[in-house]
């Protein structure tokens, strides 16, 4: 068997001799050939398609394409709630997954739950360690990601309210961010330990130099405390369990934006063994103070990925920044 997509029709050959054409935006069956190539005499439905056989054209659609099929018939609709077309959706260790989602749900609830419900569940976000960490696959192919609250964070001096305050903001999706207004030492260190679906990911803190505020409806920033970042960079520190080690440098700029600053890469090779992420960002000169800047939190995507408005809280602009 073998499957063509494309965007506005969804191509496919099934068995010998056998092939359909069915439009994205759901017409029927365009025709249905013999084993020698020739036209049958009678036409043929969608209704007629055997379900196991469009499952198995489903399972090379991406998630968002399988739901659209489901709508051109009631076999269609059938074959996309299948469990094994879910499955190879889902990443390999899901269960997990979804028993750090269900909050101490009983197995007999769990198991009520077909693949399709699973993965949709999976997708919304799935706060954990108290509401400081979430979880989630993006709905489009099921990438893990993962976003660490700055409340989950170990800040040198946050008790101190002359030096740190948490401020809260609907800039974030913890609603909270962690504001200094100046220090001598910078530190911020971080760990998460995880059962990681395997892949490779990519690790960033989100920053924003000023402090954000609405005034009358509109957005504006304070730069009042912004001092110090361009003196000497802050540097990135990444490493796991099992050896894997990263260092980066970079300079602190562009006030009144929220930029996501690329801490390192990390690879996970093994779903069913848990891995064990050390992060920290710092700026420990003492020859100067540095101030101004709002920390809201960790954020873990597969590496590559392209974020997207969705995944992210609500703001104005994001900006990438690798070293």
């Not at 998630?63 to 489901?70: G, L, S, W």
Request: proline residues 4%; negative net charge.
């Amino acid at each position: 068997m073998s499957s063509t997509v494309f965007s506005s029709s969804i191509s496919v050959e099934i068995g010998a001799g056998v092939g359909f054409v069915v439009s994205s935006m759901g017409a029927g069956v365009s025709s249905v050939m013999g084993r020698e190539g020739e036209a049958e005499d009678h036409e043929t439905g969608l209704g007629n398609l055997p379900e196991s056989c469009v499952a198995a054209v489903l399972l090379h659609l991406d998630p968002p394409e399988i739901c659209r099929v489901a709508r051109l018939s009631r076999t269609f609709r059938g074959a996309a709630s299948a469990d094994f077309v879910w499955e190879a959706k889902l990443p390999e260790n899901y269960m997990y997954l979804v028993e750090l989602a269900s909050g101490g749900k009983s197995p007999s609830e769990r198991d009520r739950l077909c693949l399709k419900e699973v993965y949709a569940r999976l997708c919304r976000p799935n706060p954990f360690d108290g509401g400081n960490k979430e979880f989630w696959l993006d709905k489009s192919w099921g990438g893990f990601c993962m976003s660490i609250s700055s409340k989950a964070l170990l800040i040198t001096g946050i008790d101190d309210r002359r030096y740190w305050n948490y401020i809260p903001t609907e800039e974030s999706r913890f609603y909270t961010v962690a504001y200094l207004q100046h220090t001598w030492w910078f530190e911020v260190d971080g760990e998460i330990d995880f059962y990681f679906p395997a892949g490779t990911y990519s690790l960033f803190f989100r920053l924003h130099l000023g402090r954000a505020s609405k005034r009358l409806g509109r957005r504006i920033c304070s730069s009042e405390h912004i001092h110090g970042w361009d003196i000497k960079p802050v540097q990135f520190h990444l490493s796991t369990s099992d050896g894997q080690n990263t260092i980066s440098h970079c300079y602190l700029d562009e006030p009144g934006r929220w930029i996501l600053y690329h801490a390192g890469d990390f690879v996970v090779e093994n779903s069913n063994i848990s891995t064990k992420i050390q992060f920290s960002l710092t700026q420990i000169d003492c020859t100067h103070t540095k101030g101004g800047v709002c920390v809201d939190s960790v954020l873990i995507y597969p590496k590559g990925f392209i974020l997207k408005r969705s995944l992210l809280p609500t703001f104005k602009s994001v900006q990438l920044v690798s070293e």
